[in-house]
Antibody
Framework: QLQLQESGPGLVKASETLSLSCAVS??????????WGWIRQPPGKGLEWIGS???????YYNPSLKSRVTIFEDASKNQFSLKLISVTAADTAVYHC??????????????????WGQGTLVKVSS | QSVLTQPPSVSAAPGQKVAISCSGS????????VSWYQQLPGTAPKLLIY???KRPSGIPDRFSASKSGTSATLAISGLQTGDEADYYC???????????FGSGAKVTVL
């Protein structure tokens, strides 16, 4: 059974870097069938897609976050990670990692989230 | 501001049916698959519908979906108190090369 578990600091100072990891069990992040990605949800607000990574190392990122985000993988640990630089209070949110089956509509791309981690709250302090 | 537009809230009595709309454009809903998610209070989202109309195993057939042009609709029939949640649509956006979510719709059972 697939399980995803986020880990990382729950408190980050403004202007510093937010770093989270997602440990995957029950599947391999080198599978050709899936992307692996991150979303976030600020308190009381909706879902925001952050980005994803494919086993080849190729990424897709939310254009509004692209200049500050990096998603990378560690196949030896079967985990992938998120790095968000220069954080502000607006980055305070619950961060979830998830698995996205690949879909083809002219190009191959992430199709949807079929599984999620429970999420971890990250607060940015001033 | 979300790329996909949903009504903020919908409501109906137990046993009734509700429909949640999701409006987009040719770069997302019009030419890509739509998915729907349910988020109960304090929990992670849960996949309800994928590839426009398909239900994952374990999702009851009270949940159904359709797509026409650049819009999609999630219908919940036989509404139950346990269906009170936020519902989000999502789709790949070819122009943005990004996955986009709707603004979310809160379902209230009267």
């Amino acid at each position: 059974q697939l399980q995803l578990q986020e880990s990382g600091p729950g408190l980050v100072k403004a202007s510093e870097t937010l770093s989270l990891s997602c440990a995957v069990s029950g599947d391999s992040i080198t599978s050709t069938s899936y992307h692996w990605g991150w979303i976030r949800q600020p308190p009381g607000k909706g879902l925001e897609w952050i980005g994803s990574i494919y086993y080849t190392g190729s990424n897709y990122y939310n254009p509004s976050l692209k200049s500050r985000v990096t998603i990378f993988e560690d196949a030896s640990k079967n985990q992938f990670s998120l790095k968000l630089i220069s954080v502000t209070a607006a980055d305070t949110a619950v961060y979830h990692c998830g698995r996205l089956p690949v879909r083809y509509t002219g190009t191959y791309h992430p199709g949807y989230f079929d599984s999620w981690g429970q999420g971890t709250l990250v607060k940015v302090s001033s | 501001q979300s790329v996909l537009t949903q009504p903020p809230s919908v409501s109906a009595a137990p046993g009734q049916k509700v429909a949640i709309s999701c409006s987009g454009s040719s770069s997302n809903i019009g030419n890509n698959y739509v998915s729907w998610y349910q988020q109960l209070p304090g929990t992670a989202p849960k996949l309800l519908i994928y590839d426009n109309i398909k239900r994952p195993s374990g999702i009851p057939d009270r949940f159904s979906a359709s797509k026409s042009g650049t819009s999609a609709t999630l219908a919940i029939s036989g509404l139950q108190t346990g269906d009170e949640a936020d519902y989000y649509c999502g789709a790949w956006d070819t122009s943005l090369s990004a996955y986009v979510f709707g603004s979310g719709a809160k379902v209230t059972v009267l």
